[in-house]
């Protein structure tokens, strides 16, 4: 199996949005998504929806695939705008029989469509811009400064730095324990949901169970070797903001600026 | 038993999250359907016995969640559900309940709290603040509210009873044997 295919839509182009530091991205995504809930105007939409299109432009990724970021929620997309349109009280501009389609209706799931194809379209820039390991990096350093709340920010960490070193070794493993499973006459999704369900019990197990022979063995190995829990570390890599990254920062929030302010200001 | 170390305890809860987000890639393409059942979620099960698996589901399912299509919405508000699911599991099992009750947090808190933030979200309007706040409430459409619930909460019982309590029936047998 290509573990590039399934790890993710990241496509490593190495362009600048590439090369911004994680725990910036992650931190102004974050941002410009909650931003995303108080745009007021239409034109505000369009202006964030221009700035994704430039930046998924200046990523350099494919465009194709960015389109097909919208598939998960297109089943929720429609459904609520489906909803929206019909049901919203307001002037009527449609009508048919029993089925009313009101102004505000209209407006409404307009939004609502605009705001989530948003919100997957900056997702989709973040992640196939940044690996997931570069992401989960990100987060660690992001969370550190909870510290001082008692957040057991450092123990997170160590695990999730653990885990993202296992997840190859565990995705061969279930290869493996696939196709030996598949070889003695396994199926996997057939049937109804429950037995489609209780078809992955010889997958998982095995799994499950290995998996655990590995997390002794390699606590073994760390304990062996004098691996201290909360002993302060240092990291082969450290990371500094560069002027790119002060650039971008100030663009975005320019841009988030410009956003809000129509319809309420200009 | 062995007195797990805190460094056994971290590696394993580790392991559990890598489980989790190895699982969810490795079954995508076959857990399509009308009904989403999603293999992972039968991992929901396993504080019953293991209380580091509380970690290992909240990262995990934070690993997971960062390629959601709702991205940071269901990176907090997602991951956090199944930490307090989590948690709960735990608790039945640590008061020795049935074990059938443990697929019940997850279930739950599935349900309700992920149909919630993805309804009351889509349906907010440009609004600030606590006007905001109040408008989620006053328009909350209830029908599509109850279909996400009916849809995300089915799902989650075929993968945590079809599959989770086979898994927790197996894992008990060994740990009562001290294989595990």
Redesign the interface.
């Known amino acids: 199996m290509k573990k590039g295919s ?4 990241y496509q490593p182009t190495n362009s600048l949005v590439h090369q911004l530091d994680s725990r910036l991205k992650i931190t102004l ?2 941002y410009i ?1 909650i931003i995303l ?5 239409f034109n ?1 939409y369009l202006i964030l929806l221009l700035f994704a299109f430039i930046l998924v432009l200046l990523s350099r990724v494919s465009l194709i695939s960015s389109f097909s ?2 598939r ?2 297109l089943f ?1 997309l429609l ?2 705008i489906f ?2 349109m019909f ?1 919203t009280p307001g002037e009527v501009v449609f009508k048919l029989y029993f089925i009313k389609i009101s102004k505000e209706g209209l407006t ?1 799931s307009l ?2 469509a605009l ?2 194809i948003l ?2 379209t ?2 989709f820039i ?2 196939s811009t940044t690996s ?1 390991v570069e ?2 990096e990100g ?1 660690q350093m992001l969370i550190s400064p909870l510290k001082f709340l008692k957040f057991p920010s450092d ?2 960490a ?3 730095s ?6 190859p070794i ?2 061969e493993e ?2 493996r324990i ?1 196709k030996a499973q598949v070889s003695r006459g396994a199926e ?2 057939k049937g109804n ?6 078809s ?2 010889p997958l ?2 095995p ?3 290995s ?2 022979d ?3 063995q ?2 073994n190995a ?2 062996a070797r004098g ?1 201290v ?1 909360g002993a302060k570390r240092t990291s082969y890599k450290e990371r500094r903001f560069r002027k790119l990254d002060y650039y971008f920062t100030f663009i975005f929030i320019s841009v988030s600026i410009v956003a809000l302010s129509v ?1 309420r200001f200009i | 038993m062995v007195k797990k170390s805190k460094l056994r305890y971290f590696v394993r809860a580790a392991t559990i999250a890598s489980l989790y987000f190895v699982i969810t890639f490795f079954t995508k393409p076959l857990s399509f359907g009308a009904i989403q059942v999603r293999i992972a979620e039968s991992l929901t099960v396993l504080p019953y016995i293991f209380p580091e698996a509380i970690w290992g589901l909240t990262i995990g399912c934070f690993l997971a969640n960062i390629f959601s299509p709702f991205g940071p919405i269901d990176m907090i508000l997602g991951t956090f559900l199944t930490f307090i699911a989590a948690l709960l599991t735990m608790e039945i099992g640590k008061h020795s309940k049935s074990k059938y009750l443990a697929p019940i947090p997850p279930i739950i808190f599935n349900a309700f709290g992920v149909a919630f933030y993805i309804i009351a979200l889509s349906g907010l309007s440009g609004k600030i603040g606590f006007e905001a706040f109040k408008y989620v409430f006053v328009n909350f459409k209830l029908v599509p509210y109850f279909l996400g619930v009916l849809t995300i909460g089915l799902g989650e019982a075929f993968s945590t009873y079809g599959l989770g309590l086979p898994i927790l029936s197996a894992l008990q047998r060994r740990v009562k044997t001290n294989e595990i």
């Open positions: 399934i790890l993710g839509q995504i974050f998504v809930f108080f745009v007021r105007d505000g970021a919208f998960p929620i929720l459904f609520t909803f929206q049901f409404l939004y609502i705001r989530l919100l997957s900056f997702t973040l992640t997931t992401i989960a987060f123990d997170i160590l695990m999730i653990i885990s993202l070193q296992f997840v565990l995705f279930a290869d696939m996997f999704n949901p429950i037995r489609r369900a209780r992955f019990l998982l197990l799994l499950l169970l998996s655990f590995r997390a002794d390699l606590a760390m304990e691996f829990v319809g």
